[in-house]
């Protein structure tokens, strides 16, 4: 059976290049080429492809845009991102965090994005070592430093870590857990004694650079 694919780039050689790689693989079936985020959304929901090969940066909707309507949509179709590396760290690991099946950077050779079109398609993963090592690492540095957190913080010290890192102030956090100011300050005072930081500031930095993400209520 074939595989039907949509391509979204928005830069025409680009797009040019992936039609005619692909073009020339029996296996492969092109049923839509996409310059934008909106047209790969809407070529999607009409063909419902079993790829979507997607580029990051495109006017209008981007890269992320679009896989997070797909999401929400629970579409089938699975995505490979065609990625610039270091350029899309970001969108990289909001993508990986996904759980999107695919990256391949732009300046790997053509059959590297064969290979990971094909190894997709059988319903496995191609997260391109060179794209994705950096974020690999990153996301396990951030569950180390959450696991940390968990072992000193009661929850509800967590809940307030939480929301004083989302750029909360203490009337919000208080707000938000049903709590009194005063409570805050005690949670956040006790916070700090077991971090041993000194100063909201400081203990903003703490948990950030100890990779606490916010995650654990």
């Known amino acids: ?62 890269g992320m845009g679009v896989i997070q309507a797909l999401l929400s949509e629970r579409s089938t179709t699975r995505i490979v991102l065609h990625a610039e590396g270091s350029e899309d760290d970001l969108i990289i690991r909001q993508a990986v965090r996904l759980g999107i099946p695919g990256v391949v950077l732009k300046e790997m050779p053509p059959g590297m994005l064969l290979q990971c079109i094909r190894k997709v398609h059988a319903g496995e993963h191609w997260l391109e070592r060179r794209a994705t090592s950096h974020v690999l690492k990153d996301l396990l540095r951030k569950e180390a430093g959450a696991r940390d957190f968990a072992a000193l913080l009661t929850p509800r010290e967590l809940q307030v870590l939480n929301l004083l890192c989302s750029g909360l102030r203490n009337k919000q956090i208080a707000s938000a857990l049903s709590i009194s100011e005063p409570t805050v300050k005690a949670h956040l005072q006790h916070i700090s004694e077991k971090l041993r930081t000194k100063g909201r500031l400081a203990l903003i930095r703490y948990a950030e650079s100890r990779g606490f993400t916010g995650s654990i209520q």
């Open 1 to 62: 059976m074939g595989i039907r694919l949509v391509i979204a780039d928005d830069h025409p050689l680009m797009l040019r290049g992936i039609e005619h790689l692909l073009a020339a693989e029996p296996d492969c079936e092109i049923v839509a080429c996409c310059g934008n985020g909106r047209e790969a959304l809407e070529a999607v929901r009409r063909h419902r492809p079993d790829i979507l090969i997607l580029d990051t940066r495109m006017p209008g909707l981007d």
